[in-house]
C-alpha cells in the first residue's frame, strides 16, 4: 500500500501534542535515528517525535492509523537487525525519554517499568533491593522495551532463561491507537491466547510496549566463575554437551577465542586474566550456598579436564569476574572497531551441535577469502558470527557477504537451528526467516499481523 | 456458519483412513466422550475416531476443513471446562493412544513425545534418567498434549514457571491439514512472532499437538516438606506473602483447611499427619545441597511461627511426603464425591491479594446459602475454589451458581486477577473471559482465531 507522506499539517498537530520542541524534521534528527548499531540499513524517518507518557502514544498511533503514516518505536538503536529503522519513512517515536522505573512489588516480585528503562539501571534498582532480573544480554545499554521486543536472551539464559520467560504483563498501544494491558503481577495465567507472548519478540510490529511488568527472583548470594583455556576451538565447545549432560547446573558458558579477547584489550586498554591458550570456556556458577556452587564447579572442573582443559581459573573476587565479564561484555565493540563493515549471523542451534557449526563457519573464510569472528553463549546454543568487510569495495562485500550468510542459514537449518537466538528478525534477516519457516509458517506470521495491525502501518517492513 | 452434519460417507472414509475399529457412532461413543471431568457440560460428538499417528490426524482434518465438520481433539477429558466438549458434534479426536515417549536427549535436556503420553509417564520416565519435569499439576492422568493446551501450571509453578516455560518444540496439524513444526530443541528463539507461544494455552482451537520437545532440568536431589498448621486460613493465607518477599523460593506453597483434609481422608481411607487445626500451610524445598535447603525451610519456620503458626511438620522422608502430597493430590476427587455436582473458580490474582480473595468467596456461602470449598496454590494466587450444589433442583443451582460467579469474577478484576490460573476457559468461561479482556482484547483474540482457522472448525465454540 501506498503511504500517505508526512506534510507540515501533520508535523503542526505531532507538535501540538508532544510539544513544539519534541518534534524533529529535516537536518534537526541526528543521523544515529537513521541506523542501528549495525550501519547498513540507513533511512532517515520523515519526523521523530519524543514521547513520554502512554496517552500520547496513542494519539500519535491513532492519528497515523487514521491518515496511513507509517510508524517505527525506537529504543536506544541497538538493534542489529535494522528492526529500529524507519524504511518506509514515516513517523519515528523516540520511546527512550519514558524511562521511569514505576514500582518495585517485593511482595509479589514484580517491577513495573516504563519502555525507556535502560537494562543497566534495572540490574542496578533490583540488586538494591536484594533481587534480580535474570536476563542479561551484553548490550547494556539497551532499553527494556527494545529486550522485550526481540525477546533477548543474553548469558544467563543457561539457567534462568530469556526475557520472555520474565515478563509477566504489559501495557501495549496497538496499530489502532486504542491502549491494553496484557497479562499482569499473577503469576499463571491460562485465559486465552497469550497476547502477551505476541508483542514479546514482536519487533514492535503489533503494539508498542508503553509498560512491563517483570518478574524477579531473589538475589543469589554467591557466584564464582571459571576460565578453562583449551588447546583449540573445538575442543573447548565439545566439551559443552558433556558439562550439560553432566547435570550440573551452570549460569552460563560463553566460548571464546584468543584473537577477539587481544581486540578487546586493545578496544577497552585493559588486559584480559589471561590470553595465552587459543579458546577458552568462561562458566558461571550462582547460588545461595558454597556447598552447592562448589560441588557443581568441581563437577564442571573435572569434566574439563578429562576433555583437555589446561587449566582451570577460578575467579571468586567482584572484582575479577567484572573484570572478565566486562571483556565478554566489549567482544561486539571491540571486533566493530577492527574492521571498516561487519555483519552479523545470530543462529541458534542444539547445544549439542555448536561444534559443528563454528567448524562449518569458520572454513567459510577460506573458501570466501574474507575474515569471520565469532563468540556466543556455548550454553545455549546461541551463536554471534561477524563478518568483516575490511578493505572489500562494495560489490564483493555484499556478493561475499550474501554467499556467506546463504551458507550459514543453510547449515542451520540442516542442525534443527532457527534465525534468530536474540536479536530477531528485524529488516535484515527476513529472507532466511521466509526460508526457515516455509510458505505455511510465513503465511500464518502475516495473518497474525493483520490480526493485529490490518492497515500495515506499525513499523512495517518487519519480521514478514 | 453452518456446519455439515456426518453422514455415512464421511463414516466410510474416516474408517479407510482410521482403520474400522477405530471409528465410532451412536451407542458405540462410550459416555465419557461426551463430557469432561465436570458433568455440566454434555454432547456427543457425531463421530469418534481413535488416530495413532501425525499423518492420519492430518488426513482427518484436511477433510473436515473442506466438508466443514467441526472437529474435537480429546485426551485424556480431564478438563474442568468443557474445552473437550464437542458441543458442535461433528469429529472428536481421541488422540490419547498417540502415547509414545519417543526420545530424551540428554545433550539437549529435551524429551520428545507424542501428545497422549500422560504426566505421571513423563515423570517417573525422566526420573529414572535422573531428570525432572517441573509442572506438577494434580491430576497426572491427564495427557501432556491437554496440559500444552491449557498450559497448565500445578503445584511447583512458585519456582519453576507453569507448562509453557518447558515447551521448546511443537508438531501440529493445523486447521487446513498442514503440518507444522515450531520451535525445537533450541534454548533461545526470536525469529518471527512465537507461533510455539500460541499454540500452548490455545485449548486446542489454532492447531493439533501432534508431537511435542519437553525442556527437562537436572532432578534436584533432595526435597523436603513442612506442613504449618495455623488457627484459621487467613492468619495462613497472610503468611505467604510474607514468605515471598523474605527471597526464600519454595518450590510449592499450597493452603488447605481441616474439612477439605477430612474429605480426602475419608476418600483414600487414609490418615493425613495431622488434622487437628483449622488450616495448613503446606510448603516444599527442593534442590541439591542439604544446607541450602535447610537454610530457606528455618528462614520461612521461622517467619510462619512469627506470624502465628501452631507448629512445624517437617516431613522429611519419601514415604511421609508422598501420603501429604497424595492426600493433596486428592482434593479435587474428595471433594466431588461429597456432593451431588459443582462448578469451579479457577481464578489467579496477585499472591499478595489471596487472603482476601479466599475471605470474601467464604462469606459468599452465608450470602448465597451454597457450600463453597477451596483450596489451592498459595504461592502463586492460583485458587481451586468449588461451588457444591448439594441438594439443590437445578434452578437454584444455576441461579446460585450464576451469582456466585459473577461476584466472584467481579472480585478477581478488582484485585489484577485473571479468570483462570490453568485450567482455561474452554466452553464455560468465556463471558467471564470477555468481561475480563473487554470488546478490544477479545475481538484480538477473536482475529488471531480467524489467522489459524478461518473457517471456524477447529474446537469451535472455545475460548472466545
Chains 1, 2 share one sequence.
Request: net charge negative; proline share 4%.
Amino acid at each position: 500500500m501506498a503511504y500517505k507522506i508526512v506534510d507540515s499539517q501533520d508535523i503542526e498537530y505531532l507538535r501540538g501534542i508532544c510539544g513544539p520542541d519534541k518534534v524533529f524534521v529535516g537536518e534537526e534528527i541526528n543521523e544515529d535515528f537513521w541506523r542501528d548499531e549495525l550501519a547498513g540499513i540507513k533511512k532517515s524517518p520523515e519526523v521523530l517525535v519524543e514521547v513520554d507518557n502512554a496517552d500520547t502514544v496513542s494519539k500519535i498511533m491513532k492519528y497515523a492509523f487514521e491518515n496511513k503514516i507509517p510508524i517505527t518505536p525506537r529504543g536506544s538503536g541497538t538493534g542489529l537487525v535494522g528492526g529500529a529503522v524507519a524504511i518506509n519513512g514515516g513517523i519515528m517515536i523516540n520511546m527512550s525519554k519514558m524511562n521511569k522505573i514505576l514500582e518495585i512489588d517485593e511482595e509479589n516480585l514484580t517491577l513495573t517499568v516504563e519502555p525507556g528503562v535502560l537494562l543497566m539501571e534495572i540490574s542496578k534498582y533490583v540488586e538494591e533491593h536484594d533481587l534480580f532480573y535474570p536476563p542479561d544480554p551484553g548490550e547494556k545499554s539497551a532499553t527494556i522495551g527494545g529486550n522485550i521486543s526481540t525477546n533477548a536472551g543474553g548469558m544467563r539464559a543457561v539457567k534462568y532463561g530469556v526475557t520472555r520467560d520474565y515478563v509477566r504483563g504489559l501495557e501495549v498501544v496497538l496499530p489502532n491507537g486504542e491502549i491494553i494491558t496484557v497479562g499482569g503481577k499473577v503469576v499463571k495465567n491460562s485465559s486465552g491466547y497469550s497476547l502477551k507472548d505476541m508483542f514479546v519478540g514482536a519487533e514492535g510490529t503489533l503494539g508498542i510496549i508503553t509498560k512491563a511488568t517483570l518478574k524477579l527472583l531473589p538475589l543469589p548470594q554467591k557466584a564464582i566463575s571459571l576460565l578453562i583455556p583449551f588447546p583449540n576451538l573445538e575442543m573447548a565447545i565439545e566439551t559443552v554437551p558433556r558439562i550439560i549432560k553432566s547435570k550440573a547446573i551452570p549460569t552460563a558458558i560463553e566460548y571464546m577465542v584468543r584473537d577477539v579477547i587481544l581486540a578487546s584489550e586493545e578496544f577497552l586498554g585493559k588486559k584480559f586474566p589471561d590470553s595465552t591458550s587459543d579458546a577458552y570456556l568462561l562458566l558461571t556458577f550462582d547460588g545461595n550456598s558454597t556447598q552447592e556452587i562448589e560441588d557443581s564447579y568441581e563437577k564442571v572442573a573435572n569434566i574439563c579436564l578429562e576433555s583437555g582443559a589446561l587449566d582451570v581459573l577460578i575467579s571468586n573476587t567482584q572484582e575479577r569476574q567484572e573484570s572478565i565479564w566486562s571483556a565478554r561484555g566489549a567482544f561486539l565493540e571491540a571486533i566493530k572497531a577492527s574492521t571498516t563493515e561487519m555483519d552479523e549471523c545470530d543462529v541458534v542451534v542444539p547445544r549439542n551441535r555448536i561444534a559443528e557449526f563454528v567448524k562449518f563457519s569458520d572454513e567459510l573464510q577460506g573458501e570466501f577469502g574474507i575474515r569471520i569472528k565469532s563468540f556466543g553463549h556455548a550454553g545455549d546454543g546461541n551463536l554471534h558470527i561477524y563478518i568483516l568487510r575490511d578493505d572489500l569495495d562494495q560489490e564483493d562485500w555484499e556478493t561475499k557477504l550474501g554467499g556467506v550468510f546463504e551458507k550459514m542459514y543453510q547449515k542451520s537449518r540442516e542442525l534443527g537451528g532457527k534465525v534468530s537466538g536474540e536479536h530477531g528478525i528485524g529488516f535484515a534477516k527476513r529472507s532466511f526467516l521466509k526460508d526457515s519457516l516455509g510458505d505455511t509458517g510465513i503465511q500464518l506470521l502475516k495473518n497474525i499481523k493483520a490480526a493485529f495491525d490490518p492497515d500495515n502501518i506499525l513499523n512495517p517492513g518487519k519480521v514478514c
